[in-house]
């Protein structure tokens, strides 16, 4: 077992990078078998694979490697024999992955027109707005017979550091977090601060927050996989941003571990109090904007995201922005349809 990981160490960092990353990724045991063999390993040996992994790897496979594995001596020795056929085909993985670059890169240069105005196109395109066309409810309805939570009145009580100077001084990325609960007036205000609705006009169909978006269309909804708030059950939750209610969803077998593993391995983002997951509902936008929706859309994460960092820093609270996830995972975690609703942001939350 000892070779298997000085082999894995003598690998080319981009090709001990994908084999290690495939064996933590793999539902066929191969993840326990490997931990199972970490445990084995001498120290010294041990240090120098950590040493030879991609920064925040380490923590993360310690923290898998941990307590009793359960997997039978018959499967750890397939899952052992299958661990080395991949590192015997490595360089036939590599190869096909250089290949897949050299593509990505052809899609990058074509994906950067994304990001650049094209608004004078619009007078070509009549939009569901002009046609007369419904664009939707400001938010979605609750489902029948869900639990709905009163939040508390959003209240500067709540905030530590009231100078704004400080707080966007001091605004960082935390991933660590204490097991201290968020209390429910530090969540209501966590939840209007980056979706807050302060007026309603248009005959209800136009809403003014506490965040900015192209034409005020605020295509976003907020769902939040809750483990620790003084008052709610664990859970995942929508918060009602035109009522600032909280409506109770649905329970998560195993929660923390399955938003790590949709955030791809980043542990912290289930060993949190909550987890604000966003998720985009295209078509809000795209009835006024349509081919320009996609640039308003992610410009407008951005905004509900540095309030939250604003936000939290204000209430001795920490937050990461996370970007990197596992689309359909995630999707699945929140039961959206992946398509007229999708994730586009996750935020974890916790007290520092």
């Known amino acids: 077992m000892s070779d298997i990981i000085k082999k894995i160490v003598a690998l080319k960092d981009a090709e001990r990078k994908i084999l290690v990353g495939d064996i933590m990724e793999s539902e066929k045991g191969l993840k326990e078998a490997f931990c199972k063999m970490l445990q084995k390993a001498g120290e010294p040996l041990l240090e120098e694979f950590y040493q030879s992994l991609p920064q925040g790897w380490d923590g993360f496979i310690k923290e898998q490697a941990k307590g009793e594995i359960t997997i039978s001596p018959q499967k750890e020795e397939k899952a052992l024999e299958e661990i080395s056929k991949m590192m015997a085909g490595i360089g036939a993985t590599m190869e096909k992955l250089e290949k897949n670059t050299v593509k990505a890169r052809k899609q990058t240069l074509k994906f950067r027109e994304t990001m650049k105005a094209g608004f004078i196109k619009l007078v070509k395109v009549i939009s569901d707005q002009t046609k007369g066309l419904e664009r939707g409810p400001l938010q979605k309805e609750c489902p029948k017979d869900a639990e709905v939570i009163e939040l508390p009145k959003p209240d500067k009580t709540v905030i530590k550091k009231s100078d704004i100077f400080d707080c966007i001084g001091d605004r960082k990325s935390r991933r660590e977090y204490s ?50 708030v003084t008052g709610l059950k664990k859970g995942m939750y929508r918060y009602q941003p035109v009522d600032h209610k909280l409506v109770k969803l649905f329970t998560v077998p195993s929660m923390p571990k399955k938003l790590a593993k949709a955030a791809i ?88």
Request: proline share 3%; aromatic share 10%.
């Open 179 to 228: 097991d201290e609960a968020l209390s429910l007036e530090e969540l209501s205000y966590l939840l209007w601060a980056t979706q807050g609705v302060k007026k309603v006009a248009g005959n209800g169909t136009i809403s003014m927050r506490t965040v900015p978006s192209g034409g005020a269309m605020h295509p976003f909804e907020t769902y939040l996989a809750v483990n620790n």
């Open 265 to 352: 391995g980043q542990g912290f983002v289930g060993d949190c109090a909550a987890t604000f997951i966003w998720s985009a509902v295209p078509y809000k936008t795209e009835w006024r904007y349509s081919l320009e929706a996609k640039k308003i859309i992610l410009q407008d994460s951005g905004h509900l995201c540095q309030n939250l960092y604003l936000a939290c820093e204000s209430i001795g609270c920490g937050t990461c922005a996370i970007g990197a996830y596992n689309q359909k995972l995630f999707d699945k975690l929140c039961q959206l349809d992946g398509r007229d609703e999708f994730v586009v942001y996750v935020a974890p939350v916790g007290k520092i």
